[in-house]
């Protein structure tokens, strides 16, 4: 059964720094790995979508990558701003046909 | 071209009552997802369903839960008899072809059984 970690739980980094959210799954068996923000009492968005072929996407100042055979995916967060401060979500698209997500990184940007 | 959209965006319902929360997937989507998220808890699938079917309904607690997406309209997840567990944020997403395509969420529907 496919479980998705991610750590830390929460995370405050100061304005400016660079940063790294972390995914790992069990079950390397995957078809994509897509990262995804919610902001509080809102929808998700979604920021990048990892196909199992591909090592890595980039939009702007972030970039996911994917290891497979290791089970990890990190999400790297360049020059953060208070406006990054959100909840970030890791899904793992299931060889099942079914999306499996992690419980998120709670983000806090200090200005 | 506007996006997923939920309705209401919150719903108070008391222990016994119904619950009817709505779904309209963006333009032109054809498969519909629901998910369920608890507090503190992460998204879970509960049912996927495409127009006039449903595909996959695993994740569907096996009683007083029911979805659908009628030819015309939005797609209604049901919920008979709420309980005090139900208070969640419950999620639809949809997408173009199926389940493993990027799927675009609506903002939420926000239930509390009282």
């Known amino acids: 059964k496919q479980e998705v970690t991610q750590i830390p739980a929460a995370l405050s980094v100061p304005e400016g720094e660079n940063l790294v959210l972390n995914c790992s799954f069990t079950?390397?068996?995957?078809?994509?790995l897509q990262w995804f923000r919610q902001d509080p009492g809102k929808g998700l968005t979604s920021l990048l979508l990892?196909?199992?072929?591909?090592r890595e996407q980039t939009s702007g100042r972030l970039n996911a990558s994917l290891d497979k055979s290791s089970g990890r995916s990190t999400l790297y967060i360049a020059a953060s701003q208070p406006g990054d401060s959100a909840t970030y979500l890791c899904?793992?698209?299931?060889?099942?046909?079914?999306?499996?997500f992690g419980k998120g990184t709670r983000l806090h940007i200090l200005p | 071209n506007a996006g997923v959209m939920q309705n209401p965006r919150h719903l108070v319902r008391r222990r016994g009552q119904e619950a009817r929360l709505r779904c309209s997937p963006m333009?032109?989507?054809?498969?519909v997802y629901w998910y369920r998220q608890l507090p503190e808890e992460g998204l879970k699938f509960m049912v996927y369903?495409?127009?006039?079917?449903?595909?996959?309904e695993s994740g569907m607690p096996k009683e007083r839960f029911s979805a659908e997406f009628p030819k015309e309209g939005p797609s209604i997840l049901r919920i008979q008899q709420v309980v005090r567990g139900d208070s969640a944020a419950y999620f639809c997403?949809?997408?173009?072809?199926?389940?493993?395509?990027?799927?675009?969420f609506g903002p939420g529907t926000r239930l509390t059984v009282t």
């Open positions: 997403a949809s997408s173009l072809q199926g389940q493993l395509y990027e799927q675009y």
């Open positions: 079950d390397s068996a995957i078809y994509n």
């Open positions: 990892i196909q199992s072929s591909q």
């Open positions: 899904a793992v698209g299931n060889r099942d046909d079914k999306i499996i």
């Open positions: 333009k032109g989507h054809s498969h």
């Open positions: 369903l495409q127009k006039e079917n449903i595909i996959d």
